[in-house]
Nanobody, 121 residues
Framework: QVQLVESGGGLVQAGGSLRLSCAAS????????MGWFRQAPGKERRLVAA????????RYADSVKGRFTIFRDNAKNTVYLQMNSLKPEDTAVYFC??????????????WGQGTQVTVSA
């Protein structure tokens, strides 16, 4: 059974930092591209960042470029999202996802349950 478990969310002031983690089990992690997505209240879930199986390629939403970094540790079956210079508009539930067929996971791939990130002004 595939499980993706996010952690590291919380409340932070604007300008602060958080690091999210997503621990994967039940799959061969090194064969899966990973992505971080977020969903704010009343809005669609959108891609934040994605990373290839080896970690050599990454992709970011324009809104987070230069502030967020996605990276992975295949030995620990974990993908991370380092978030710096946080803004109130980064407030959302953050999800990780895994895909063995595309760089950016889709709705029919594996998903975690999400972790809340709240950035206060």
């Amino acid at each position: 059974q595939v499980q993706l478990v996010e952690s590291g969310g919380g409340l932070v002031q604007a300008g602060g930092s958080l690091r999210l983690s997503c621990a994967a089990s039940g799959l061969t992690f090194s064969r899966y591209a990973m992505g971080w997505f977020r969903q704010a209240p009343g809005k669609e879930r959108r891609l934040v960042a994605a990373i290839t199986t080896s970690g050599t390629m990454t992709r970011y939403a324009d809104s987070v470029k230069g502030r967020f970094t996605i990276f992975r540790d295949n030995a620990k079956n974990t993908v991370y999202l380092q978030m710096n210079s946080l803004k109130p508009e980064d407030t959302a539930v953050y999800f990780c996802a895994a895909s063995d067929s595309r760089m950016v996971p889709a709705e029919n791939d594996y998903w975690g349950q999400g972790t809340q990130v709240t950035v206060s002004a």
